[in-house]
């Protein structure tokens, strides 16, 4: 069965910083593209980071020079690691790949 699992979102000020991690099985994350969706309150979806099979990365403009999506190959699992966080950070973050969806993980950035 595949299944995405996220992991490692809470409340962080301003700043501050988070690390996320999406758990795959059923499939090799290694082998596809991977990527990171958000969802801040009361608004759409919106994409934030992929990383391709060959390990090339692309970022929105916003996150741009302060997230950082990454690939464990043995653990089969994806990051988004996340500096310099900003309050506009604060949504609900997802993994997607393989044409399935994690459950997703709370980011809350306030002081």
């Known amino acids: 069965q595949v299944q995405l699992v996220e992991s490692g979102g809470g409340l962080v000020q301003p700043g501050g910083s988070l690390r996320l991690s999406c758990a795959a099985s059923g499939f090799s994350a290694s082998s596809a593209v991977m990527q990171w969706f958000r969802r801040p309150p009361g608004k759409e979806r919106e994409w934030v980071a992929s990383i391709s099979d060959g390990s090339s990365t692309d970022y929105s403009a916003s996150v741009k020079g302060r997230f950082t999506i990454s690939r464990d190959y043995v653990k089969n699992t994806v990051y988004l690691q996340m500096n310099s966080l900003k309050l506009e950070d604060t949504a609900m973050y997802y993994c997607?790949?393989?044409?399935?969806w994690g459950q997703g993980t709370q980011v809350t950035v306030s002081s």
């Open positions: 997607f790949g393989k044409g399935y």
